[in-house]
């Protein structure tokens, strides 16, 4: 087998220094009852070539985003990334290292996860930022806990600007670990919620996103002082990272711990993950925040170095104690983050998120135009939603056929709930072309 | 100049420091170069990206426009080429040497793997496409579900869970619901831990409400099984336990603890991160075992790029694969479906317990676990678990005089030492490891598991080869023979030689910087 280095000698010759007969013997510990003499019944071993045909007959069962105009969104986004940043991540010296325990052969990994620290407080505006959490959907989870860890209070109320999956996500947490949450009704663009209403003395933390699930950007000012009023923190999340390039940042809005979902820069749509999750708050918080950080420090010979730190937080260290029980984060996907951020800059970043909205904006002008189709939002970034003079779901399989991928029907992931059946999510990035807008227009066209 | 023959080379090595180092005038040393901060390289008016303006259009950000500079460093491609690659030579990686962390498995990891996962067809997809645009995916989901089944002999799947601690969280979340569908919530509060366990494990337990209750370890390294028995009762929910365990052991009494667990009603967690030992030769639903999440990133070798991501799917017993969270797939006439919603698992005959994240769980993952699994097939996938108990037993055999081993052989995948060899020497375990960095090695999981004293956790692995193991013991063993013959300073001070020697990181904690932040105006300015 390629990947197995020990030929049949080796074996031999080892087997003579342990003193056993045969590697049976080394596995005689497991009960007999357990122990299997045959293979299992799985197809046997195959070369590069057998296991790459395999992949191709079933990537070809998909439709790939980059082969239609595609315009789907809610909560993952397609961008072009850099070469630069897949060459860079698969350096093995990045790709093939551990958790950087041992920090003397680790500050490659320990200095960019600073950076990315730093980038991430930046764009969030907010002080401090940990090393990335599973994804924005996890992140925001731990959130809501790290919130009633900051106020010793056990209620959560969520806006029905969070995406549904988030808030699946959040309530799970909730159900097991035995705390209270109020989850507010789908905010469609155009209406409102009094979100300030539902904070009361015993409120950890409410939970807005903005860009909001259906597009829309929110206002988090009333609702944070609204929250501080009554001792509870506000969460914000920002699933299109990339719109901070653009839209007043959480951290300037008042908000206590800024959640976003990274997986818009560096990292491609991969079918859900592996996606790399933000978490920034304010330094007064630090304490009680989950996951891994890095600090900067020095070394024997006083020389500038990194290192994983304030770990006391941490289950290796703290076990049932711990703030979290994360243990692995998004290493890889913060590097692509990283990476991908540096060769924007200030000036790329802000570039990209103006193309982003433009794209939006001239895609929503184009299918306004389509009739029986109404745009329901006022202020909007890439994102937006449409309603149809039929059910979404419909509309959606039918511009499939079409060759078109025209976003998500919000009953999708709202099953049950009337009043959006007929929604359509839609996104745009820099991705998309005139072409591709025009397509989408005469399609929509043709199946309404 | 003196040093310097006719041709202008030099003919000695004259004017070098105690350990050898040269100051320089860069701080460089030859290929071993110093890297800035990135925002220390910030260039007004840089780029790495060319990106065209939008031209005219009608904002719709309302008053949402962003104002002021965001920080962000100005910085162009070739730079940030060059300083990536300069951060990448500071790290130590599988691909350059010996990485033996026990219990966290670094083995190689085939490019192959990497090259699958990067096909179009398969990385530019979309979770929330429609079904029948992504038939590829979920296919390949459920191919991924079929190995992982057949492998521990477990009839349910939960693939979404994004690392071996979220999978822990997922496997608790199903016996959690589970007993609240038995209506025993209430009263079964406690979950028993050997003392030996992974801190994710009594983390997850306290996370979901559970008490925590240690089971001590026998003196050979193992449950005590009368003391786990007389901690049983109706009062608990389950047993988290590692096996082999994180002494490099295999739990001789599995078979009976789990018999005793569901005597009592209770149910079997496994933490499956040791499962790369016995893969292709036990399966552990053959053992009793509820619940068992798999790291795919040590078992199946998807690479560890640093610190994740993994993927940590949970398989479950017959008991439990009802309560399994949302999304899963199945298969039916019109090709595969994912189940996504309560209304349809409740149509589907289960009751999922919930959701652990908004898609579908680690896709780029799956693919490389799978592409790894297809490439070694049932009879490479057995070989892997004999060779990587193999090595660890080759280790232990060749060690156990020069070190001090707690515990009989034969281990599994990895040899336990402790620093009882090196008393009386003024070497601890850490500098002991941190010698070995000097000697070009990534040093052993240390201190862990907590029921040894200065524990050195050694994981070979499978894919080294017998010459490169051979070394490493000799290495080792000089080393030991320095620390007992007093040569104390080649490890208290290490590492000598690595980019940076031992960082304070008592001074990190207690003063923490964690971000760049610009030079205050008055320093700026001088």
Redesign the interface.
């Known amino acids: 087998m390629r990947y197995l280095p020990l030929t049949e000698t080796d074996r031999r010759e080892m087997l003579g220094v342990i003193g056993a007969k045969s590697v049976d013997e080394l596995f005689r510990d497991v009960p007999e009852s357990a122990r299997r003499e045959g293979l299992v019944d799985l197809p046997r071993r195959k070369g590069e070539l057998e296991v790459e045909r395999v992949f191709a007959q079933m990537a070809a069962k998909n439709v790939a985003a980059g082969s239609v105009p595609f315009f789907v969104g809610g909560g993952a986004y397609r961008h072009h990334v850099p070469a630069a940043v897949d060459h860079l991540i698969q350096r093995s010296e990045f790709l093939t290292s551990y958790t950087p325990y041992q920090p003397e052969i680790s500050q490659g990994t320990l200095q960019y996860l600073f950076e990315f620290q730093t980038q991430v407080a930046m764009i969030t505006g907010m002080d401090v930022a940990n090393a990335s959490m599973y994804d924005g959907s996890t992140g925001c989870g731990e959130a809501v806990l790290m919130a009633h860890r900051v106020t010793k209070r056990r209620k959560a109320v969520l806006s029905g600007t969070l995406h549904p999956q988030y808030a699946a996500v959040v309530k799970n947490l909730s159900d097991f670990a035995d705390y209270k949450l109020e989850i507010m009704p789908p905010l469609l663009p155009g209406s409102s919620e009094d979100i300030a209403a539902r904070i009361t003395d015993e409120t950890s933390c409410v939970v807005v996103q903005t860009p909001g699930f259906f597009g829309e950007l929110h206002d988090l000012r009333a609702i944070a002082e609204a929250a501080h009023a009554k001792g509870a923190l506000l969460i914000a999340v920002v699933p299109e990272i990339v719109s901070l390039g653009a839209v007043t940042p959480p951290g300037e809005m008042g908000a206590d711990i800024v959640v976003g979902e990274g997986q818009s820069i560096g990292n491609g749509l991969n079918f859900g993950g592996p996606y790399v999750g933000l978490f920034a708050t304010r330094d007064k918080y630090v304490r009680q925040m989950p996951g891994r950080l890095c600090g900067e420090t020095v070394d024997a010979d006083g020389k500038r170095g990194f290192v994983l730190t304030l770990s006391t937080r941490e289950q290796h260290i703290r076990r049932e104690k711990a703030t979290s029980n994360i243990c692995t984060n998004s290493g890889l996907c913060c590097l692509a983050f990283t990476i991908h951020m540096s060769l924007l800059g200030e000036d790329g970043y802000r570039q990209l998120a103006r193309i982003n909205h433009a794209a939006a904006v001239r895609l929503a002008e184009k299918l306004a135009s389509v009739p029986g189709v109404e745009i329901l939002n006022k202020a909007f970034f890439n994102e937006f939603t449409m309603r149809l003079p039929k059910p979404a779901a419909q509309v959606v399989d039918a511009l499939a056929e079409k060759g078109v991928l025209g976003g998500i029907p919000a009953s999708r992931l709202l099953p049950g709930v009337k009043e959006v059946e007929d929604l359509l999510i839609v996104a745009s990035t820099e991705i998309n072309t005139d072409e591709d807008r025009a397509a989408y227009a005469a399609a929509l066209k043709e199946v309404l | 100049m003196s040093g310097m023959n006719k041709q202008g080379r030099p003919t000695s090595i004259g004017g070098t420091s105690a350990n050898g180092a040269r100051e320089t005038f860069t ?1 460089n040393k030859a290929l071993e170069l110093e ?1 800035p ?3 220390e390289l910030d260039n007004p008016g ?4 060319d ?5 005219e ?11 002021g ?7 162009s ?1 070739p730079e ?2 060059r ?3 300069r ?10 040497g010996l ?1 033996p ?1 026990g219990s ?1 498995t ?1 083995k ?3 490019r ?1 793997n ?3 996962a ?13 079904q ?6 979920l ?2 989901m459920n191919e991924l579900a079929h ?1 992982l089944k ?2 521990t002999g477990m009839p349910g799947v939960a693939l979404s869970p ?5 999978g ?2 997922c496997g608790m ?1 199903a016996i ?1 619901a589970a007993l609240i569908a038995r209506g025993e919530d209430e009263q079964r509060s406690r979950v028993l831990v050997p003392e030996s366990a ?3 494990n ?8 559970y008490k ?1 209750d240690g089971i001590p370890a026998t003196k050979e390294g193992r449950v005590d099984l009368e003391a786990f028995k007389s901690k049983l009762g109706p009062d608990v929910a389950a047993i988290m336990l590692t096996n082999p365990n994180t002494c490099g ?4 009494d ?2 009976e603890i789990a018999e005793a667990v569901h005597e009592a009603g209770a149910y079997f967690y496994c933490d499956g991160a040791n499962f790369n030992a ?1 893969v ?4 552990p639903g ?2 009793g075992i509820d619940a068992m999440h798999i790291n795919l ?1 040590k078992t199946f070798s998807t ?9 940590g799917p949970v398989v479950f017993s017959e008991a439990l694969a009802p309560f399994a ?2 999304p899963y797939v199945v298969s039916g006439k019109d090709g595969f479906r994912l189940v ?2 309560e ?1 349809d698992a409740k149509a589907d005959g289960t009751q999922p ?13 799956f ?1 490389r676990a799978l ?1 790894y ?12 678990a ?2 990587a ?3 660890a ?2 280790v ?3 060690l156990k005089d020069d070190l001090s081993a707690p515990f009989e ?2 281990c ?1 995948h990895e040899a336990l030492f402790d620093d009882r060899f090196l008393k009386g020497t003024g070497v601890e375990t850490l500098d002991f ?2 010698a070995m ?1 000097d000697e070009g090695y ?2 052993m999981t240390m201190y ?1 598991p907590l029921v040894v004293h200065g524990a050195l956790l050694i994981e070979p692995t ?5 010459q ?1 193991v051979d070394l490493f013991i000799a290495t080792l063993k000089d080393l030991a023979r320095a620390a007992k013959s007093n040569d104390k300073d080649r490890f208290t ?1 290490a ?1 000598y030689m ?8 008592t ?3 207690r003063k ?5 932040a610009p030079p205050a105006p008055a320093q700026a300015a001088e």
């Open positions: 701080g890297e901060l990135l925002f840089a780029c790495g990206v990106l065209d303006d939008p031209g259009f009608a904002s719709h950000l309302g008053n949402f426009e962003r104002q500079r965001i920080g962000l460093a100005r910085v491609e940030v080429m300083h990536f690659v951060l990448s030579s500071k790290n130590y990686s599988i691909d350059a990485y962390l966290c670094m190689h990891n085939p192959l990497e090259k699958m990067r096909l179009p067809g398969i990385s530019d997809v979309h979770p929330l496409q429609p029948k645009t992504v038939q590829g995916s296919e390949l190995w057949e492998l994004k690392a071996g601690a979220h822990e969280l979340m959690r992974h801190g994710t009594p983390a997850t337990a306290a996370l979901l409400g925590v052991l295999f739990e001789r599995i078979v016995i292709g030769r036990v399966r053959d053992l990133h690479p560890h790029g640093g610190g994740g991501p993994g993927a969270p949302l996504e919603t209304d317990f919930g959701r652990m994240t908004a898609f579908h769980g680690q896709m780029g993952m693919v592409s699994m297809l490439s070694h097939g049932s009879d490479g996938l057995r070989q892997v004999e060779d108990v193999l090595n037993n080759y232990l055999a060749s052989g034969p599994m490891a941190k960095i990534h040093p862990f499978e894919t080294e080869s017998k490169s001070g590492p690595s980019p940076r020697r031992r960082l304070d990181e001074g990190a904690a923490p910087v964690l971000r760049w």
